[in-house]
Nanobody, 118 residues
C-alpha cells in the first residue's frame, strides 16, 4: 500500500525557516520522481519543486527560486522541502507527489499546512 506522509508544517514568521518532510512507503522510492505542490485558499494547486530519482536534477517555481530547496534521502525514503525566508504569500497546504512506475502513475500525500505570519 502506497503511503506519502507529510510533516513539518506549522506557523513560521516571515524571514524564518521551516523544513517539510514527506515519508514514503509501499513503492520503490528511488525510482520515482518526487515533487512538492501547494494550494493556497481559493487558488489552484501549483508545482513548487521537483527532484529526479537520484536527486541530481531539481526544478523550482520562479516564486520560490533561491529561497526553497528540495532534496531527497533515498536511504530513508524521504523527500524534503527546506523553506528559507518564507513570505506570507507562501501560506498554503503543501503536498508531496510521487510519479513513476511502468504506467507513470501518481500518488499524493494528504498535505501539511504552512502559515507564514508575524
Amino acid at each position: 500500500q502506497v503511503q506519502l506522509v507529510e510533516s513539518g508544517g506549522g506557523l513560521v514568521q516571515p524571514g524564518g525557516s521551516l523544513r517539510l518532510s514527506c515519508a514514503a512507503s509501499g513503492f520503490t522510492f528511488n525510482s520515482w520522481i518526487m515533487s512538492w505542490y501547494r494550494q493556497a485558499p481559493g487558488k489552484e494547486r501549483e508545482l513548487v519543486a521537483s527532484i529526479s530519482t537520484s536527486g541530481g536534477v531539481t526544478n523550482y517555481a520562479d516564486s520560490v527560486k533561491g529561497r526553497f530547496t528540495i532534496s531527497r534521502d533515498n536511504a530513508k525514503n524521504t523527500v524534503y522541502l527546506q523553506m528559507n525566508s518564507p513570505k506570507p504569500e507562501d501560506t498554503a497546504v503543501y503536498f508531496c507527489k510521487a510519479r513513476g512506475g511502468p504506467n507513470w502513475r501518481e500518488y499524493w500525500g494528504q498535505g501539511t499546512s504552512v502559515t507564514v505570519s508575524s
